[in-house]
């Protein structure tokens, strides 16, 4: 995990030292680029996955609702055209229940950390003159599941692929601030199964078909205008 919140600072770094120089070497869009620092905290419903190789052997559970946060950081690449770079963060439970051939029935709670790294792109749609605006966009990236077994001590980690999409409408208080209000669904291919198993010692239960995970989320969060946009 440490490795994974490394290559975030990194990439966002570069993405910032990049735009950053562009913007010096020439002016464009008559200098009213705009950068845009967003702050996330949203509520994210809970999700059912199961997987089932046959009638005998197969486990079931729910990823629980909970609250999700995070940061991400927005460049305009032509007018109302965004690109963003963004963490999100939920950690959570997982109570599941596993089925093997009828040679046991277990259940177990698991600790969950979902880590969502991804690039997206936004579209904004804001009438002269007024304080509401409406955005929409999609994403993709990775998700880094990390997973606990409290009961067995058990933990793994896995990347995934990640995608997603978004929409709502921002408030501008001011110039420079924003209140952001949106729907979001987060979605992770293959994160049950193929890396990190729910298995009753958390490592693996012998199953190799798996079940994606799919978050929708509510509330929005904080922006702040850093460029020259008016």
């Known amino acids: 995990m440490k490795k994974t919140i490394k290559l975030f600072i990194a990439v966002f770094l570069i993405v910032g030292y990049g735009s950053y120089a562009q913007q010096n070497r020439k002016q ?37 609702d909970g ?5 991400g950081l927005e460049f305009e690449v032509r007018p109302d055209s965004y690109a ?3 963490y999100l963060r939920q950690d959570t439970h997982a109570p599941t229940q596993y089925y093997n051939g009828g040679l046991y029935d277990k259940y ?9 790294i991804l690039l997206g792109g936004n579209q904004s749609f804001r009438k002269t003159g007024k304080n509401v605006e409406g955005f929409g966009g999609l994403m993709a990236g990775v998700a880094v599941i990390d997973i ?3 009961s067995t001590n058990y933990s793994g980690s ?21 209140l952001k209000l949106q729907g979001q669904l987060l979605s992770v291919a ?5 890396g990190v198993y729910f ?6 239960t012998g199953i190799s078909s798996y079940s994606s995970l799919y978050q929708f989320t509510i509330g929005g969060g904080l922006v702040f205008e850093l460029g020259d946009k008016n």
């Open 28 to 64: 464009v869009y008559d200098n009213n680029n705009s950068i845009r620092l967003n702050f996330y905290g949203s509520y994210a419903f809970e999700d059912s996955f199961d997987s089932y190789y046959d009638f005998g052997n197969y486990y079931q559970g729910k990823l629980k």
């Open 67 to 71: 609250f999700q946060y995070g940061a």
């Open 84 to 86: 963003e770079i963004l």
């Open 108 to 116: 177990a709670n698991f600790d969950v950390a979902m880590n969502y």
């Open 148 to 150: 606990k077994n409290p």
């Open 158 to 178: 896995a990347t995934k692929f990640a995608w997603g999409l978004k929409g709502g409408i921002i408030i501008w208080a001011t110039k420079s601030v924003g």
């Open 190 to 194: 293959q994160s049950v199964g193929g």
């Open 199 to 204: 298995g009753p010692g958390g490592a693996s």
